[in-house]
Nanobody, 121 residues
Framework: VQLQASGGGLVQAGGSLRLSCAASGRTFSSYAVGWFRQAPGKEREGVSYIRRSDGAVYYAGTMRGRITISRDNAENTVYLQMSSLKPEDTAVYYC???????????????WGQGTLVTVSS
């Protein structure tokens, strides 16, 4: 599986962005697709995941209430809609696949290259 994350960019505080994670090669056959982020000097943290079979979702505490994860299985794409962005949301955002219901990055096996989100104050 190859994952391509896109949609990042520069946005003002309070703005919105939609990130996309497109899979190529072997399609999404894993249990779930997750989004993570890593800010400079910080560890990678989980943001959300979506279960491929039925679209069930999990949101980590950090961005809960400001994000919506969705999927399009026909297009092999997962989206992360982010709103009310804050400067502390600035990070590289990654998507990845897992065979478990988890936000532990060690349990994710295929990773995209990341897309940079910069939120200005």
């Amino acid at each position: 599986v190859q994952l391509q994350a896109s949609g990042g960019g520069l946005v003002q505080a309070g703005g919105s962005l939609r990130l996309s994670c497109a899979a190529s090669g072997r399609t999404f056959s894993s249990y779930a697709v997750g989004w993570f982020r890593q800010a400079p000097g910080k560890e990678r943290e989980g943001v959300s995941y979506i279960r491929r079979s039925d679209g069930a979702v999990y949101y980590a505490g950090t961005m809960r209430g400001r994000i919506t994860i969705s999927r399009d299985n026909a297009e092999n794409t997962v989206y992360l809609q982010m709103s009310s962005l804050k400067p502390e949301d600035t990070a590289v955002y990654y998507c990845a696949t897992t065979n478990m219901a988890t936000m532990n990055p060690d349990d994710y096996h295929y990773w995209g290259q990341g897309t940079l989100v910069t939120v200005s104050s």
